[in-house]
């Protein structure tokens, strides 16, 4: 009887073992996640095409820029996409809401995430997208919170206003952290100085293999704190630097741009620079690629202050490259 119950007993792990193994190699083989920042000018906007055909979108382009809300539909459309399963607005201004309104007369909507506009931030743009988000499922995002978007990818929330809304609608950015099997994506929105060392002192984690760069480049993001806690290989800034002096904003800054360089075999796109830049993660490597090459002397210049003349390349790289 006991001989019985011993085979019995290694039939049972024979199977536990079998069925585990299978799961995690099944899990290893999760296929391409593919990203796409778009070029969308002086905004953000990034689609992300999940293994198990899901459609995220993270912010939608700017309805005031040329070109900037119409890429992401053209984009979409190209791809054949007929429906977003997660709208993601970071936070409520226009370069990151504004083509919201086309995106929801193009496209089938899933569910609709934001920040609830804690701050009360009003503009006609905001006041047209808080009208249309109520006809679709809406997630007012109040805390921290993960989704399984199936089971090879996860997306994490990220609050940092939750305990006090700042009056700088920026740094009430939601911050997305996407993984996909052994690969980490961060993409901060236009989170500061405020909403990054609330996300350091909340001690979250932040270690991801891309940075989507905080802020198109501002030199009020990308503290080098934040930095070294992400920790990333691989850096893209959603700018325009000819439209940031038409808007006074002067981006990218040098500073931010010198503590990216800093950082051990770090590679940079700049969308202004690269054009669309394209992540895809097979699970265990990151393969990038653009629309256009850019070179260090090029990706690594940027605005000291607030001033035309002030665009030239990082303090490191003044001996290798040309006098601009």
Not at 181 to 202: I, M, Q, R, Y
């Amino acid at each position: 009887m006991r001989k019985l119950v011993f085979v019995g007993a290694i039939v049972i792990c024979f199977f536990i073992l079998f069925y585990a193994n299978s799961s995690t190699d099944e899990k290893k083989e999760c296929g391409n996640l593919q990203i796409v920042v778009l070029n969308v000018g002086q905004a953000d906007a990034i689609v992300i095409f999940t293994s198990k055909n899901k459609t995220i979108l993270i912010d939608s382009g700017s309805k005031l820029r040329a070109n900037s809300s119409e890429q992401v539909i053209n984009f979409l459309k190209s791809n054949n996409i007929k429906r977003i399963d997660y709208v993601i607005a970071t936070h409520n201004h226009e370069d990151h809401i504004g083509g919201m309104k086309d995106v929801f007369f193009e496209f089938g909507i899933g569910t609709i995430i934001d920040n609830g506009n804690c701050a009360n931030y009003s503009t006609k743009t905001q006041q047209n997208y808080d009208s249309m988000k109520k006809i679709y499922n809406y997630l007012k995002l109040e805390d921290n919170l993960k989704i399984d978007i199936d089971e090879c990818t996860q997306i994490y929330l990220f609050a940092p206003y939750s305990s006090d809304c700042s009056l700088d609608e920026n740094q009430n950015s939601i911050v997305v952290k996407l993984i996909h099997n052994e690969n980490s994506f961060l993409f901060t929105g236009d989170c500061g100085a405020v909403c990054e060392n609330k996300l350091l002192d909340f001690q979250t984690d932040l270690q991801s293999d891309f940075l989507k760069v905080g802020h198109h480049g501002s030199s009020d993001a990308s503290s080098k704190e934040f930095l070294g806690k992400v920790n990333a290989k691989f850096y893209a800034i959603s700018v325009d630097f000819e439209k940031s002096i038409e808007l006074g904003y002067y981006f990218p800054r040098k500073k931010t741009l010198e503590s990216i360089y800093e950082i051990e075999n770090s590679s940079l796109y700049r969308t202004d620079i690269n054009g669309n830049i394209k992540i895809i993660s097979d699970g265990k490597n990151i393969f990038i690629t653009s629309d256009a090459l850019g070179n260090d002397c090029d990706i690594f210049s940027g605005y000291s202050d607030a001033k035309k003349e002030s665009y030239s390349v990082i303090g490191p790289l003044k001996n290798q490259c040309p006098v601009n």
